[in-house]
């Protein structure tokens, strides 16, 4: 017995390591938060009963380290999580006699905030708890946050950076492909916020609530947890909402807040309670993972009983066919639920899901529809052998051990709207308003069956005026797109066409070797291509192999006809940089991103690559003192590491701005 307790401890480990890895460090989620929670609490209850705690306990570790490839940086105190329950009375003992205030506990990224002399100085995540990351350029994108304060002393915050469910919803309807949105606004705000790219950051409109203050010289707040939120207040922050309770109105407090989370369009996932009293909650100490002023109140979620009618095999663009659970309908946090992605097939096994089976669904944090429990466990749903768009043979495929089934097929018509989006794309062909979902419409009334065919759209006229959504103003914008986009490049055709590892930067460079001159590039042989700096073998065949089949050239064929593919023309300092390859890295003050910096140096023939090699001739980056894994390896290397200041002078180049 002792060893099967101890044995299931170190089973439990792993399982919960890996999913605070994917989670934290990865942006993604293996489990639900009900899986988690379960699973959690099962392990302290086996330590509790064995008095053991094994070495690497995620019940006294804190999240999981910070990826590597921005800069970290040693918190001056640990960022602890809080114990927590999902008793209200448990929540009403714990406050005793002692005033305290209740507040959202929000679902984001947790951020420290560092203000000296009124200025931002410093933002970093909470990482492991121990270590964050620097993430300074990126929230002063956040929409709502202060950069400059009337306050000129040292200020030390905490608070959670969100992206709201709105917002969510939009930046997924602008993702038509299923495999690639997101699951939920933390996972999105969580790669929002840890973006090389700040413009992204600013884009995706995340949000930041502080909840709680570490320091501020100087000023007296009364032993008042309330007067500091109020200061924070005065600043310019928004603050998490917070009521002042006691024993006699705690109940009807987490009764408000009950009610405000079915509407409330900021994602969280349960309350915090916090001593009033500043001074009696610091001489509480704290455990070796949890402070003992504060405690976390999840939502106890609202489960039913119901049968399984079938799943419903969703095909997505890339081919990955994803289960979705159908249900009898239930009633769950005031709606009706029907549905509930299953995800994969590794977790449509683990649930031992068959059709007629008894299941407890819960909708997680009140929101996301989940499978929670099989209570029949008869494991008879037969995973498809056939795709159920285009009929053809399926696979299933396994990558970070997890199962997925796939469509083989590369003719499937879901395939076939993909390629047509990447054709249209900005990077490529270069069409204005014409989204997938429209393509979409195209393709099923076969107004689009080829690339040639978005140069035919006056021949179906009638049909797209009176489709849904269009008229005689759509057709026209559509018609006039079209026709700028017949005047384009080489390079443009070469990304567009979706040929393996030919993307905009190796598009130009082929496009330049060949002299704009498809034909030259057609009969072109795997050798001449591959010794193209930067190219190599392996895109090299992928090229030669897209040419030899004869229904990819006829259908090439009647594309050109449609084109009038331009010649580059070349400036005097066009092969300034020729044989040079760059690294760009951090945020830029002349050019508006970086890719804005990479087609200038593309311009002067040099190349841009993502990681710093011995091949590298310097790597750009504003910040000489780095600790991030380019400037690391650039120094390890020898290669030069330049301001974007130095880099302009010694190549000669002009700045955007």
């Not at 302290?44 to 999240?63: D, H, M, N, R, Y």
């Not at 083989?408 to 879901?414: A, G, M, Q, T």
């Not at 990447?422 to 979902?437: I, K, T, W």
Request: proline residues 3%.
């Amino acid at each position: 017995m002792w060893d099967n307790e101890q044995n299931r401890m170190k089973e439990l480990h792993v399982i919960l390591k890996e999913a605070s890895r994917a989670y934290y460090a990865g942006d993604e989620e293996i489990m639900s938060n009900f899986e988690y929670d379960k699973l959690y609490d099962e392990l302290v209850a086996l330590e509790e009963k064995t008095g053991i705690v094994l070495s690497g306990s995620p019940t006294v570790e804190v999240g999981y380290e910070a990826v590597d490839f921005l800069p970290k940086e040693k918190h001056a105190s640990p960022m602890l999580s809080l114990s927590k329950t999902k008793s209200r009375e448990e929540l009403a003992d714990w406050l005793g006699d002692k005033e305290g205030l209740l507040s959202w506990k929000l679902d984001g990224l947790t951020i420290v905030l560092t203000y000296e002399n009124g200025e931002l100085l410093k933002a970093v995540t909470r990482g492991n708890g121990e270590v964050g990351e620097i993430v300074t350029p990126n929230a002063k994108m956040f929409l709502n946050l202060p950069l400059k304060l009337s306050y000129k002393g040292s200020l030390i915050l905490r608070g959670e950076a969100v992206i709201g469910y709105d917002d969510f919803r939009k930046i997924n309807e602008q993702i038509t492909d299923p495999a690639q949105q997101y699951k939920n606004p933390r996972n999105l705000c969580s790669g929002s916020v840890r973006q090389l790219n700040n413009e992204i950051t600013k884009q995706r409109k995340v949000r930041f609530f502080a909840f709680s203050l570490v320091q501020a010289e100087g000023v007296d707040f009364h032993n008042s947890r309330q007067e500091q939120m109020a200061f924070l207040q005065s600043q310019g922050f928004e603050t998490v909402n917070n009521i002042l309770v006691n024993k006699a109105n705690i109940q009807d407090a987490i009764a408000w807040y009950e009610r405000e989370i079915e509407t409330y369009d900021i994602p969280s996932d349960g309350l915090v309670l916090t001593y009033e009293d500043i001074a009696y909650g610091i001489s509480l100490g704290r455990t070796a993972k949890f402070p003992r002023n504060a405690i976390a109140f999840k939502w106890q979620d609202e489960q039913a009983v119901t049968t399984l009618k079938y799943i419903e095999w969703s095909p997505s663009r890339t081919g990955l066919i994803n289960p979705v659970a159908v249900f009898e309908p239930v009633e769950l946090e005031g709606t009706t639920v029907s549905r509930a992605s299953v995800h994969n097939v590794s977790v449509m096994r683990s649930l031992k899901l068959g059709i007629g089976d008894q299941i407890t669904v819960y909708k997680a944090n009140m929101i996301i529809p989940q499978i929670a429990e099989n209570l029949t466990c008869s494991d008879t749903v037969e995973i498809p052998e056939k795709c159920p768009v285009c009929g053809e043979k399926t696979e299933i495929f396994e990558q970070n051990e997890a199962k997925t089934l796939m469509c083989i097929n590369p003719e499937c018509p879901v395939k076939q709207v993909k390629a047509f989006t990447l054709f249209v794309s900005r990077d490529a062909m270069n069409f204005d308003g014409l989204s997938e979902m429209t393509i979409e419409k195209f393709t099923e009334k076969g107004i689009i069956k080829e690339y040639a065919d978005f140069f035919h759209f006056p021949d179906h006229k009638d049909t797209i005026v009176n489709m849904e959504g269009f008229g005689e103003t759509s057709y026209n914008n559509l018609v006039e797109s079209a026709e700028k986009a017949r005047h384009t490049t080489l390079a443009r055709v070469l990304c567009g066409l979706g040929i393996a590892g030919v993307g905009v930067a190796n598009a130009k460079i082929i496009a330049r070797h060949f002299d704009d001159d498809m034909n030259l590039l057609r009969n072109a042989s795997l050798e001449e291509i591959s010794e193209i700096e930067g190219v190599g073998e392996v895109i090299g065949k992928s090229i030669t192999e897209y040419f030899a089949n004869p229904r990819r050239c006829a259908e090439l064929d009647r594309l050109l006809g449609e084109l009038e593919i331009q010649k580059t023309v070349l400036g005097e300092d066009a092969t300034a940089l020729a044989g040079k390859t760059f690294v760009i890295t951090g945020s830029l003050n002349h050019f508006k991103d970086r890719r804005a910096l990479k087609e200038k140096i593309e311009e002067k023939g040099g190349k841009v690559a993502g990681s710093v090699s011995s091949k590298t001739e310097c790597l750009i980056n504003n910040d000489f003192a780095s600790n991030s894994s380019k400037n690391k390896t650039a120094k390890e290397l020898g290669i030069a590491i330049l301001s974007e200041e130095d880099f302009l002078a010694k190549y000669g180049i002009d700045a955007d701005f």
